[in-house]
């Protein structure tokens, strides 16, 4: 709270006139820190804004004297106007300076929790799903039990995803698409058996019926595979300029066209990881990161922390902020807007629930000390305290 312990001080101090060089440097830089502190500034050193505050904050006497000089000075320079006022009232300046941040502050930032909760709402169990013949249908948590024939495939459709029974006999391979949007996630269960759970602002191209050698379905986004075993058609995975190919396996893939890394995380089995003519072969426990260039490098992961969200659970371990609010972002289907941008740089461990309100989750992020949240519909806005 350094900000409004000394700030008042120093700006009573600039009307006065009695402000050192050490002090100018600080109430520049608190200055600089942010446009609403410039605004700030500029407002509290206009003279009538002093007592229009001071009249609404308490009914202060002296302030009918703040105002018979204002009026009779009225033809004089700004600086001499506001020299006259502070020396016919200067006990009053720096109270009143105070409560003019508090209140200005305050007054931006609301009630977070409230906000929140009447505005931002956690995300759902939805999709969109696109058939082969381009005709559209929307699955939701609301939309159970329901049963169609696609290419001798039948589809199911219950509460949590879509499952496909396949057709052996069919030698044709058609595709479909499920879209999951932001504030969503799905599941589905290809023809062969494997699960594919669909994080938030994820796409996945499969084919109705596995036709052929191999198994290959296409990702944009984030999804968890838990993959049938079939060692004569392996499993493939297609992402953003690289390749996942395993024959049974679990292991979440991490590729969104806005992030410049691709993650792949190996929970049980062993894949291979692709990109170019670069390859690795992933153990349990193990990730692959491909870099905007192209490289790839592997690294030793506590797997939960990239798949705990399949169980409803937000999971951080010296997590960059910047990182989080992606996540977060994804979920909740807000934008988020860095006042600070040193506050990108701030870490955070702990563990949040999905389905938790999204107050929850500003309350548990600025317990890290220094960051603030400020909620204005479905805007998040962060800087520092």
């Known amino acids: 709270m350094k900000t409004y312990k000394e700030i008042p001080s120093l700006l009573s101090k600039v ?9 100018a440097h600080v109430l520049r830089q608190w200055r600089e820190e942010s446009s609403e502190n410039e605004r700030l500034y500029e407002s509290v050193m206009n003279a009538e804004y002093m007592v229009q505050k001071s009249r609404e904050v308490a009914n202060v006497d002296i302030v009918n004297g703040y105002m018979n000089v204002v009026q009779k000075r009225k033809r004089n320079a700004r600086v001499r106007r506001i020299h006259r006022i502070v020396s016919i009232a200067a006990g009053v300046v720096l109270p009143l300076l105070a409560v003019v941040l508090w209140y200005g502050a305050r007054q931006k930032l609301g009630d977070v929790p409230e906000q929140v909760a009447s505005v931002i709402r956690h995300g759902e169990v939805k999709a969109e799903l696109v058939l082969a013949d381009g005709t559209t249908r929307i699955l939701s948590s609301r939309v159970t039990d329901s049963l169609f024939v696609q290419q001798g495939v039948s589809i199911v459709v219950q509460n949590q995803g879509v499952s496909y029974q396949g057709d052996s006999s069919v030698v044709e391979e058609r595709y479909n698409i499920l879209r999951v949007p932001r504030g ?31 198994r290959r379905v296409y990702l944009s986004g984030e999804a968890y595979f838990d993959v049938t075993q079939n060692k004569e058609h392996p499993f493939i995975v297609e992402m953003k300029n690289s390749v996942v190919r395993v024959l049974g396996t679990s292991f979440d893939v991490r590729a969104y066209a806005d992030e410049d890394e691709v993650l792949t995380t190996l929970v049980q089995g062993v894949i291979r990881f692709s990109a170019g003519k670069e390859s690795v072969v992933l153990e349990p426990g193990k990730q692959a990161i491909l870099d905007k260039l192209g490289q790839i490098e592997t690294r030793e992961v506590d797997t939960y922390l990239y798949t705990a969200w399949k169980e409803g659970v937000f999971a951080f371990k010296k997590q960059r902020l910047e990182e989080i609010m992606k996540v977060v972002a994804r979920w909740y289907d807000v934008n988020v807007f860095w006042e600070n941008i ?10 949040m629930k999905r ?31």
């Open 15 to 23: 009307l006065l006139g009695t402000l050192s060089e050490e002090e």
């Open 184 to 214: 969503g996630e799905y599941s589905i269960t290809l023809s062969d058996g494997t699960i594919v759970y669909l994080n938030s602002e994820s796409e996945l191209r499969y084919p109705v019926n596995f036709v052929g050698r191999d």
């Open 342 to 351: 040193s506050q990108k740089e701030v870490t955070f461990t702990g563990k």
């Open 355 to 385: 389905y938790d309100d999204f107050s929850k989750v500003v309350e548990m992020l600025e317990m890290t000390g220094n960051t603030e949240f400020v909620v204005r519909e479905n805007n998040i806005f962060i800087r520092e305290k």
